[in-house]
């Protein structure tokens, strides 16, 4: 019945009629699941911010003992492992007594810096030419420098595309060790590390 016009509807007014009516119910649904919606993404942006973004949080990777680690791993190889103290500030976040490219015993320490950059001892037992290129990722080699009495050769890839963690690198020999210092820490840290590297060496 059309109140209005004192008749009974039409089916057309009828399907007119319904059809105005789930207009309507598709137009609140919408609005509805665009606010749910909108919710939840706030709610995803709130948990990432409370979970994952922590700058007071600390290092990435927990600190090892890289000295004691030395010393058990000193037990297994004849050649002297290269594990110098380094002073308050640096960080070792990783150290192992391995097996690398070519079948090469390696000894490795990986540092945070004290300015948050990366710098790596490795240690290569009896290493060859193929070695110590992987561990400069296939540099040339550069000029000599000499660090607390150390003859050392450089490697530079700072202006490489993509130097990833071996943006400089050292490389000296002593003994059966070829030793190679490598990362993205500026030249003042790598030469506190070689200058404590060359306390080992002496």
């Not at 001892?121 to 290129?133: C, K, L, M, P, R």
């Not at 210092?181 to 030249?187: P, S, V």
């Amino acid at each position: 019945m059309v109140a209005e016009l004192g008749r009974a509807e039409t089916p057309q007014e009828t399907a007119d009629r319904k059809a105005a009516a789930s207009a309507k119910r598709r137009g609140n649904q919408t609005a509805f699941n665009l606010f749910v919606a909108v919710v939840a993404s706030l709610a995803i942006v709130a948990f990432l911010v409370m979970v994952v973004v922590r700058p007071d949080q600390g290092p990435m990777y927990e600190p090892v003992d890289y000295l004691s680690l030395a010393e058990a791993a000193q037990g297994t190889v004849d050649e002297p492992i290269v594990a110098p103290a380094m002073p308050e500030g640096w960080r070792a976040n990783h150290a192992e007594l391995g097996t690398g490219s070519d079948g090469v015993t390696v000894w490795s320490v990986g540092f945070t810096t004290p300015a948050e950059r990366y710098l790596a001892i490795i240690q290569g037992i009896d290493a060859n030419d193929s070695w110590v290129a992987d561990q400069v990722r296939k540099a040339r080699a550069g000029k000599t420098v000499t660090i607390d009495g150390v003859a050392w050769t450089s490697y530079d890839r700072r202006e490489a595309s993509d130097p990833g963690n071996v943006a400089y690198a050292l490389v000296t020999t002593s003994g059966a060790s070829t030793i190679v210092l490598a990362g993205t820490a500026g030249d003042e840290e790598f030469r506190a590390l070689a200058a404590a590297v060359a306390k080992e060496l002496a």
